[in-house]
């Protein structure tokens, strides 16, 4: 089983590209370190304030997934809102 996270993300405080930059690489180097997740950045656009993040994990139990990617996604919250940011969406997939 694999789960899939987006979360979509404003960074209200970034002011160029290189602020985004940091927001992301911050958020994509802690969930991987304490979760043990593949993280990503999708469609980087050029945009300075949105950004795209995709969260992946596999075990063969629904269950700890789901509470792994509810865990992620409150650790990226924190995250991002230490940073100047929030998230706007998520979304979780099972496939």
């Known amino acids: 089983m694999i789960a899939f996270l987006t979360l979509e993300l404003r960074i209200e405080a970034a002011q160029s590209l290189k602020d985004k930059r940091q927001v992301v690489r911050s958020l994509k180097d802690r969930l ?34 789901d509470g792994l990617m509810k865990n992620v996604e409150r650790q990226a919250a924190r995250i991002v809102n230490n940073n100047g940011a929030e998230i706007d969406d998520s979304l979780v997939e099972f496939l």
């Open 32 to 65: 991987r370190a304490h979760f043990n997740v593949s993280v990503a950045e999708l469609n980087a656009s050029g945009l300075w304030n949105r950004a795209t993040v995709g969260v992946v994990g596999i075990s063969d139990s629904r269950d700890y997934l």
